[in-house]
């Protein structure tokens, strides 16, 4: 094969010369995955050899998290699958396909499974180089267009080598791995810290928000009970002014389905999701906005906050969800029989001060990690070819 030879947009000063193109099984001496062991998951164990499944490829991070074991005679008779330090895995089936990681210097012992695959380079190819590219998008875009079968969810050895690769000379390779594993470092931080903040607001809403000292209610008594309607795909796309935000039962994107031109509740409420997966999920809205006929409503009395009511929902409305169902449910007659503890409205006011600052920082501290990962991504595009 010829080389094709270049250079990336962005580059560090000292270096020079254009890059070479390799294919990847011309610079790897391994490329295979695992296997089920006989007896799938009866034979796991509590300790013993790790063996690493596809959750566990997490994106850039080997995630050891609800880990599983095999016995030692096991993994030696798998011996073509075994694992080590600075090995590149690979997820190549499923929906995780095309997460991948570089397994730790550090790395002990482990094995693989049919999901995984192992690609181990030789000596002068620094792994955490070529890791980041397939994580870059124009990796992605590669992996997804390698997948096989009619659902296309599966990638192949053969195609894995086949993907060709422009590496610089190996200090170059060294000098770009370590400056985006500084970033990963910062993006591992940032994420920990992201972590603590959210167990934090867990932490004190146990703490301060569950009291039994507190006067009692029922949510009937404090609050008027409402529900959404039924909003069909067709009377959203004939909006022509869309502006007030339609909550359906979801819980990614704020729980917003679409938008629409007119609204049904003006204010502050409680809302939570009447039917299905996330019966029994609760939000705190404030402003114009429409709901679904999957979501209750609750306006509040004005000697309650609503934000502190939602508070204390959020902790013990799943407790009611009616479960013996192929679809689960919380409907208004049950929410309205909860009972909950609430004190003074000027407490109430003072702890949602309190939880307000923490989902602020909360967020605060996400839109930091979206610019590393936004950061990250620009140098993926600008110092690779």
Not at 63 to 84: C, G, K, T, Y
């Amino acid at each position: 094969m010829p080389n094709i030879l270049n250079f990336p947009n962005l580059r560090f000063p000292e270096f020079e010369g254009e890059w070479r193109w390799y294919k990847l099984g011309d610079i790897a001496n391994k490329v295979n995955s695992g296997k089920t062991p006989l007896g799938g998951e009866a034979v796991y164990t509590k300790e013993g050899v790790l063996f690493i499944r596809s959750q566990n490829v997490n994106n850039d991070k080997l995630d050891l998290d609800n880990s599983v074991f095999i016995p030692e005679i096991i993994n030696r008779q798998m011996e073509n699958s075994v694992v080590q330090p600075n090995d590149i895995l690979l997820n190549i089936t499923g929906a995780s396909l095309g997460r991948s990681c570089v397994v730790p210097n550090n790395f002990e012992s482990g094995n693989v499974n049919q999901h995984v695959c192992i690609i181990r380079l030789n000596k002068q190819y620094n792994p955490r180089f070529v890791q980041p590219l397939f994580s870059s998008n124009k990796g992605q875009a590669i992996l997804t267009n390698l997948q096989t079968g009619s659902g296309r969810e599966g990638l192949t050895f053969e195609s894995l080598k086949s993907i060709k690769i422009s590496i610089p000379v190996l200090e170059e390779q060294q000098k770009i791995a370590s400056f985006l594993s500084l970033i990963d470092e910062r993006i591992i931080t940032q994420n920990k810290i992201i972590e603590e903040f959210k167990l934090l607001k867990s932490t004190l809403s146990k703490r301060l928000l569950l009291n039994e000292s507190w006067e009692q209610f029922q949510i009937a008594d404090i609050a008027s009970l409402g529900r959404g309607r039924v909003i069909s795909s067709v009377e959203i796309s004939k909006q022509r002014n869309p502006k007030y935000p339609l909550y359906s039962s979801q819980t990614s994107n704020h729980g917003i389905m679409g938008y629409l031109d007119t609204y049904d509740f003006d204010g502050e409420y409680v809302t939570w999701t009447t039917d299905g997966a996330n019966a029994g999920t609760v939000f705190y809205r404030n402003g114009k906005f429409n709901c679904t006929n999957v979501c209750g409503t609750l306006k509040i009395s004005s000697n309650h906050n609503p934000y502190f009511v939602a508070l204390c929902l959020n902790l013990i409305a799943k407790k009611y969800v009616f479960v013996n169902l192929a679809n689960p449910k919380l409907m208004n007659n049950v929410m309205a029989s909860i009972k909950i503890h609430l004190p003074e409205i000027k407490e109430q006011n003072r702890l949602v001060k309190l939880f307000v600052s923490i989902v602020n920082k909360i967020q605060c501290e996400v839109s930091i990690l979206e610019a590393l990962r936004e950061k990250k991504n620009y140098f993926l595009q600008q110092m690779f070819i």
